[in-house]
């Protein structure tokens, strides 16, 4: 039930520094715009915002806060019947 800025600094405590295969992903709290602004220019889908506060839930909540560019598509179809 810890928030997820505690969680993360016990994450990064815990995973080693060289560990090719497992890596830390730091955050930034700040320039949210510009981040997503980047993300575009490189081609992506767009970012996921996380409220710093919320606890842990499994799945998607309503803590997180998708910035998804306009018109962007990845290739998949998919089909219905």
Request: glycine share 4%; hydrophobic share 40%; proline share 5%.
């Given at each position: 039930?810890?928030?997820?800025?505690?969680?993360k600094e016990?994450?990064?405590?815990?995973?080693?520094?060289?560990t090719p295969r497992l890596q830390y992903v730091?955050?930034?709290e700040t320039e949210?715009?510009?981040m997503f602004k980047?993300?575009?220019?490189?081609?992506?889908?767009g970012i996921i915002g996380k409220r710093a506060d919320s606890a842990y839930k499994g799945g998607r909540s309503r803590d997180?806060?998708?910035?998804k560019r306009a018109g962007?598509?990845?290739g998949w179809n998919r089909?219905?019947?």
């Open positions: 039930q810890l928030p997820l800025i505690e969680r016990r994450l990064q405590k815990l995973i080693p520094q060289q730091s955050y930034i949210g715009e510009a980047q993300a575009v220019a490189m081609g992506m889908e997180w806060l998708k910035a962007y598509h990845d089909v219905t019947s």
